[in-house]
T-cell receptor, first 113, second 113 residues
Framework: ELKVEQNPLFLSMQEGKNYTIYCNYS?????LYWYRQDPGKSLESLFV?????AVKQEGRLMASLDTKARLSTLHITAAVHDLSATYFC????FGAGSYQLTFGKGTKLSVIP | SQTIHQWPATLVQPVGSPLSLECTVE??????LYWYRQAAGRGLQLLFY??????ISSEVPQNLSASRPQDRQFILSSKKLLLSDSGFYLC????????????FGEGSWLTVV
C-alpha cells in the first residue's frame, strides 16, 4: 500500500524567513505532484515533477524530487503572507487500469507578519 | 482548454435525505474521472474513479455511489445521507498523457444536519 507522509503538518513562520516542507513516500515512483489549497477552496496544481532530480521553481516556491530517496521537498524562500495555504504532495500509482493519486495529509502554512 | 464544472457549490441536507452531486468536464475526451472527499481539517480520500462510461471503481465502502452516464459526466449519489457524509467533495479529471496531472473542480460543500 502506497503511503505518503508530509512534515510538518502545521507550520507557522514569519515573513521573510525560509523553510522546507518534506514529502516522503513508500513505494517506487518516478513522479510527484504538489498542490496548493486556499481555505474553503479547491486544489490548484503547483508543480509536476517528472523525473529523479527534477527541480521546478515558481516565485518563492521551489520543489525538487529525489526518487531514490523517495523524497520531495517544497522550499519556501522569504515567505510572504500570500503563501499562507495548505500544501499537498501526491504520488501516482496505476491500479486496476486506472491512474490515481495518493495524497499526503497536507501542510498548513501560516505566514505571519 | 479543458475546464471542469461541479455543482452545487454548497448544500445543507438533513440526515436520511438523498444526495446528487454532478460534475462535467469540457475540452477533452475519455478522461479519467474521480470523486474525492475532504473532511474538515483532514486530507483527501479517494471515493470513486472511472476510466470510461459505466465503469466505476469504489475505493471505500460507504453509503455513496457514483455513476458515469456520459463520457464527461460524473455523478455522486446517496439514497440516505449520514452525518458522517459531511465534507468537501471534489470532482477531478486526468488524461493519460505526459504529466498526468489531476485537475480538480471547484468543490461542493456538504453539511448533513
Amino acid at each position: 500500500e502506497l503511503k505518503v507522509e508530509q512534515n510538518p503538518l502545521f507550520l507557522s513562520m514569519q515573513e521573510g524567513k525560509n523553510y522546507t516542507i518534506y514529502c516522503n513516500y513508500s513505494t517506487t515512483s518516478d513522479r510527484l505532484y504538489w498542490y496548493r489549497q486556499d481555505p474553503g477552496k479547491s486544489l490548484e496544481s503547483l508543480f509536476v515533477l517528472l523525473s529523479n532530480g527534477a527541480v521546478k521553481q515558481e516565485g518563492r516556491l521551489m520543489a525538487s524530487l529525489d526518487t531514490k530517496a523517495r523524497l520531495s521537498t517544497l522550499h519556501i524562500t522569504a515567505a510572504v503572507h500570500d503563501l499562507s495555504a495548505t500544501y499537498f504532495c501526491a504520488v501516482p500509482y496505476f491500479g486496476a487500469g486506472s491512474y490515481q493519486l495518493t495524497f499526503g495529509k497536507g501542510t498548513k502554512l501560516s505566514v505571519i507578519p | 482548454s479543458q475546464t471542469i464544472h461541479q455543482w452545487p457549490a454548497t448544500l445543507v441536507q438533513p440526515v436520511g435525505s438523498p444526495l446528487s452531486l454532478e460534475c462535467t468536464v469540457e475540452g477533452t475526451s475519455n478522461p479519467n474521472l474521480y470523486w474525492y472527499r475532504q473532511a474538515a481539517g483532514r486530507g483527501l480520500q479517494l471515493l470513486f474513479y472511472s476510466v470510461g462510461i459505466g465503469q466505476i471503481s469504489s475505493e471505500v465502502p460507504q453509503n455513496l455511489s457514483a455513476s458515469r452516464p456520459q463520457d464527461r459526466q460524473f455523478i455522486l449519489s446517496s439514497k440516505k445521507l449520514l452525518l458522517s457524509d459531511s465534507g468537501f467533495y471534489l470532482c477531478a479529471w486526468s488524461v493519460l498523457r505526459s504529466g498526468n496531472t489531476i485537475y480538480f473542480g471547484e468543490g461542493s460543500w456538504l453539511t448533513v444536519v
